[in-house]
């Protein structure tokens, strides 16, 4: 059991340059998110699914695209990079019940030049 | 939109000392909160949940928070600090849809040897 499992660990990309985050879980969670962590701002949720082929905008989602084909699945896109989304990125699921308590990945360090 | 707000951003204890950490919640009914722990270059680790059905909610490595509606607040306590307690502790809400989380800022808790 890997638990959540984000590739790569560490991206620097050049303005404009465009990728994608990589996310999976082995729980069969039905609930997947992103967040991003900026220094002295906590973690703001990006995006986030309630299942296959369901997904909704968080508190930050402008920059960023993300698609839900499958349960363990759930890439984030930058379609355009620019500096300001220098950030470290996290996913994290949770069954959609009882508490929703959340599983992180162990994040990925993006840095926009 | 649901809030928390955790009072200050950095705080030094010593080893063997109370840590209190605080975290202060807007809602106006009670919500499911939550207290993380992130140690440095890893993802965010679940130290306990509040979900009403006690207000006094023990977590792992011997920290307990409680809720206190009156103060809307869910303060995080340990009796006595080890040096492996240093790390970054978040507190967060679920919101009332229950699809959005929102995190606090964090609190870096220091030990002193």
């Known amino acids: 059991n890997a638990g959540v499992t984000q590739t790569p660990k560490f991206q620097v990309l050049k303005t404009g340059q465009s990728m994608t985050l990589q996310c999976a879980q082995d729980m069969n969670h039905e609930y997947m998110s992103w967040y991003r962590q900026d220094p002295g701002m906590g973690l703001r949720l990006i995006h986030y699914?309630?299942?296959?082929?369901?997904?909704d905008q968080g508190e930050v989602p402008n920059g960023y695209n993300v698609s839900r084909s499958t349960t363990e699945d759930f890439p984030l896109r930058l379609l355009s990079a620019a500096p300001s989304q220098t950030s470290v990125y996290f996913c994290?699921?949770?069954?959609?019940?009882?508490?929703?308590?959340?599983?992180f990945g162990p994040g990925t360090r993006l840095t926009v030049t | 939109a649901q809030s928390v707000t955790q009072l200050g951003s950095h705080v030094s204890v010593s080893e063997g000392a109370l840590v209190l950490l605080r975290c202060n919640y807007s809602?106006?009914?009670?919500?499911?909160l939550f207290w993380y722990v992130q140690y440095p270059n890893q993802g965010l680790q679940l130290l306990l949940k509040?979900?009403?059905?006690?207000?006094l909610v023990k977590g792992i490595n011997g920290f307990e928070a409680e809720f206190k509606k009156s103060e809307t607040s869910f303060h995080l306590t340990k009796p006595s600090a080890h040096m492996s307690d240093a790390a970054e502790y978040f507190c967060a809400v679920r919101s009332l849809s229950g699809n959005q989380f929102y995190f606090g800022t964090g609190t870096s808790l220091t030990v002193i040897p």
């Open positions: 509040y979900t009403s059905a006690a207000t």
């Open positions: 699914s309630v299942g296959a082929g369901i997904t």
């Open positions: 809602s106006s009914v009670p919500p499911y």
């Open positions: 994290a699921s949770s069954y959609l019940r009882d508490s929703y308590e959340q599983y």
